[in-house]
């Protein structure tokens, strides 16, 4: 084998091209990893969520301080110090970004800093990053795993007028006092989370009826409720116009409820999602085929050419890290299987499909919803029950949200759950374990639940579903 040829090349070095290097290297297979980022670390380390979380913390503890009066504590916040925020942020994503470059760096794959482009369904160019000339590799096989980027939809005026994006917010020392937020999903609502806990002004406006289109209509019946009694306003069901300069800052025109309204603000911050990171990379020359703007893949991860695979946002169903290394491992194990001859694949399991928004309050989704039980005509039982009826909740003085769980009419299988409140992103966990075991309701209540803590505010809707079925 030349120097140049490989048995896998992946493109993209982010969290689900790292996971399928180093499990392809674990297969026996010759890799090389095509990276042409700035830094290397992929869009969760350097500026998706590993830094928002650590901006969310220094939120989170301004809440805390903001409501220190109803539990006993005489405390007064003096502001906030942005330099320091962005100064801890920045350092600690230079230790994980540092690791991640080490784990690429370390010898086990061979690792192109540049552009890759198909030539034909074996043969990439790479445009080197350091300006030498391009030159060609070649692979049995390949994974696509170059992430996704900002989208920016087609408004008049927004990008004659200029706006930010989240990299923006997250490495800023100086914030502007007034926020439009244009979008309603999880970037959106951590982003006007961590502002206004910041002690900017924030208008969270949103094309949608709701909050976190495709989760339950509850969910976003909650944020917007907590949103707005903190002083955020939230339009949904709007329509933009345009957006244009103005003597005050930025102006948007928009319909609300069939009414024109207009906003002022000094900035806005478009969070209106991400789409596939697929352009220069002539997928067209390899044969990939695309699925609207995703990549087309199999459970298998394979693409319409068997012998290229893709993982992470470039085609997943649900764009974020957890799902993205299951992909990139899955199509590592399967390049493996296919070149060795082997019949036999793997395929991705979405039953746990779990999603995450670190609001506050948080929310966390797990397995099916009532939608899409009814669209597949499954038989179903659901109960909820309130944080602000919950012992631990009520003495920690986090009351806003629900806890939802949904079960199998027949067998009594968990099948889904919601969780909409105070550490959400924790305490969903416990119902992805009873998901992957297929555990049903009836089991589940024989599960003890210390007392008093959180968790024990699933055993409520568990019970209520279990009497259903009895």
Known sequence: MSDTHFDFIIIGGGSAGYAAARTAHGEGLRVAVVDGAADLGGLCILRGCMPSKTLIESADRALTIRHAAEFGLKVQSSGVDLTVIRDRKRALIADFAGYREGQLTDGRFVLYRGHAAFVDAHTLEILPRDGSASFQVTARSFCLTTGSVASVPPIAGLAETGFWTSDDILDAAELPQRFAVLGGGAIALEMAHYLEAMGRQVTLIQRSAQFLTGTDPECSAVIEKAYIQRGITCHLGTQIQRVSQHENG?????????????????????????????????????????????????????????????????????????????????????????????????????????????????????????????????????????????????????????????????????????????????????????????????????????????????????????????
């Open 250 to 470: 930025k102006r948007l025109d928009y319909l609300h409820g069939g009414e024109a309204r207009q906003l002022d603000v000094d900035e806005i911050l478009l969070a209106m999602g991400r789409v596939p990171a697929t352009a220069g990379l002539e997928l067209d020359a390899a044969g990939v085929v695309l699925d609207g703007k995703k990549i087309q893949v199999q459970p298998t991860m394979q693409t319409t050419p068997p012998h290229i695979f893709a993982a992470g946002d470039v085609c997943s169903p649900l764009d974020v890290v957890h799902i993205a290394i299951q992909q990139g491992e899955i199509a590592a194990r399967n390049a493996a299987r296919l070149l060795r001859g082997e019949t036999a694949t793997e395929m991705m399991d979405y039953r746990l499909l779990l999603f995450g928004v670190f609001s506050h309050p948080q929310v966390a989704v797990i397995g099916a919803s009532e939608a899409e039980l009814k669209a597949q005509n499954i038989p179903f039982v659901t109960a909820s029950y309130p944080f602000n009826d919950h012992g631990k909740s009520m003495v920690m003085g986090e009351t806003d949200g629900f806890v939802k769980m949904i079960a199998q009419a027949k067998t009594g299988e968990i099948l889904g759950a919601s969780c909409v409140g105070p550490q959400a992103t924790e305490l969903i966990h416990e119902i992805v374990i009873a998901i992957h075991h297929r555990t049903t309701v009836q089991d589940f209540m024989l599960i003890p639940h210390y007392h008093p803590t959180l968790s024990e505010i699933w055993t409520y809707p568990a019970e209520e579903c279990a009497e259903a079925l009895s």
